[in-house]
């Protein structure tokens, strides 16, 4: 399985819509994928239909308690299963403070579930998108600790590159200290205002970082800046308040277009962790 966690400390800049509808585009293409929502505000879980509270357990029970994967994930249809978030979860940080091996729990949870390690059973999941919230506490350091790939939507403005070192710092702590897999899958330019000066500026600065900052920063060094960028589109504003994806929603829109795309590409994009892989076996 392939583990993606979609992570941006800033809020605003397209996280919780990358995170769904690409998990929803990559269903759509067959594969077996688990959504899962590390945002204790429960965007993902709402925008994928699911009812937070709906269920008796959430993503709060799988970091705080023994719950397993099997028990918490709620089966959409459509090769979609969605781990639902839940308010509780904002008290996380503290609540888990003092426990060891805080940053690892998700990752154990994955570990231990025999769909995410691809175990002959009724489910078998060939991706799992993380989505989180807009921090770099505790709950995006277990999507960081659990994940192979991490995508990063921005925002075209004039600040998008701010604060990003911070999130690199913390891939590399992550990296080193507890897993040593983790990469830059790449940037996908999110709320992109297609035909303006400044977008245009600004994604050909996001280009230039990323070239510049390869030497660095070892964990970029696969990463790249996505041919697709996902346009300003209403639709993809309106969807989430139906419960449904921007396929189901606007099937014929900029949005539904521009995450197919995306989704194409970052398929593509999976040849790069196998040929780490094979690097690392030689
Ligand atoms: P984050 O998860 O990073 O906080 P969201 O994905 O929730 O960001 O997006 C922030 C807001 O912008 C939401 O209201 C969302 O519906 C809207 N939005 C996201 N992407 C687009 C887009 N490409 N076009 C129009 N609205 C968008
Ligand atoms: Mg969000």
């Known amino acids: 399985m392939r583990c993606i966690a979609v992570a941006n400390q800033k809020g605003g800049v397209g996280k919780t819509t990358t995170s769904v509808n690409l998990a929803v585009a990559l269903a759509r293409s067959g594969l077996d994928v688990c959504l899962v929502d590390l945002d204790p505000q429960a965007h993902a879980t709402l925008h994928a239909g699911v009812q937070p509270g709906a269920h008796p357990l959430s993503a709060w029970d799988l970091l705080a308690g023994e719950t397993t994967l099997a028990e918490v994930r709620v089966a959409c249809g459509g090769g979609l299963h969605v781990v639902p978030s839940h308010i509780d979860l904002s008290a996380a940080e503290m609540a888990l403070a003092t426990r060891a091996g805080r940053e690892s729990i ?6 231990a579930d025999p769909a995410c390690r691809g175990d002959a059973g009724a489910v078998r999941h060939d991706v799992m998108i993380i989505d989180c919230p807009p921090s770099l506490g505790l709950l995006s350091l277990n999507a960081m600790a659990a994940a192979d790939e991490v995508l990063l939507p921005l925002q075209p403005h004039f600040l998008a590159l701010h604060g990003l070192s911070k999130l690199l710092e913390t891939m590399e702590l992550v990296a080193e200290r507890v897993n040593p897999r983790l990469r830059l899958l790449g940037v996908v330019l999110c709320l992109y205002e297609s035909g303006t000066r400044l977008a245009g500026e600004v994604a050909r600065d996001v280009e230039e ?74």
């Open 106 to 111: 998700l990752r154990r949870r994955i570990e």
């Open 209 to 282: 970082y990323f070239r510049a900052g390869n030497a660095r920063h070892p964990i970029l060094s696969d990463g790249r800046v996505f041919q697709s960028r996902i346009r300003r589109n209403v639709r993809l504003a309106e969807a989430p308040s139906f419960g449904q994806s921007i396929f189901d929603y606007a099937p014929d829109s900029h949005g539904a277009q521009d995450y197919a795309a995306l989704a194409a590409e970052v398929l593509q994009a999976a040849a790069v962790p196998e040929r780490d892989a094979a690097r690392r076996a030689a």
